[in-house]
């Protein structure tokens, strides 16, 4: 799988990059074909959901995206790749019905 992590106007540290990847390759036991993943950290205004996650799966044919925002990146992660895996598990389902 290929890793684009970027972490915007901050400096990220690597435990959260592992976090990250960890996270991201768990989704591969939903589904084998993914190539890589766009992920974007980013601080944002509000004083409560300031830790904003972007995640874009590329798979072939077309890419999912999740973005989600909380208190803290684990939580944001974590909601986004929860987000991911129900996109990943109604791809599956609409490709085994068109087989």
């Not at 684009?4 to 540290?13: G, L, P, S």
């Not at 036991?29 to 950290?41: D, F, M, R, T």
């Not at 409560?48 to 999912?64: A, F, Q, R, T, Y």
Request: glycine share 6%; charged share 30%.
């Amino acid at each position: 799988m290929k890793w684009d992590i970027q972490a915007v106007n901050f400096t990220m540290k690597p435990e959260l990059t592992d976090y990250c990847k960890e996270k991201i390759e768990g989704l591969s036991k939903y589904y084998s074909k993914i190539v890589g993943a766009e992920v974007y950290l980013k601080l944002g205004q509000s004083a409560e959901h300031n830790k904003i996650v972007e995640i874009k799966l590329n798979i072939p044919g077309n890419d999912l995206f999740a973005e989600s925002s909380s208190p803290k990146f684990e939580g944001s992660i974590n909601d986004a790749v929860d987000k991911l895996k129900a996109q990943l598990r109604k791809l599956k389902t609409k490709m085994a019905s068109s087989h």
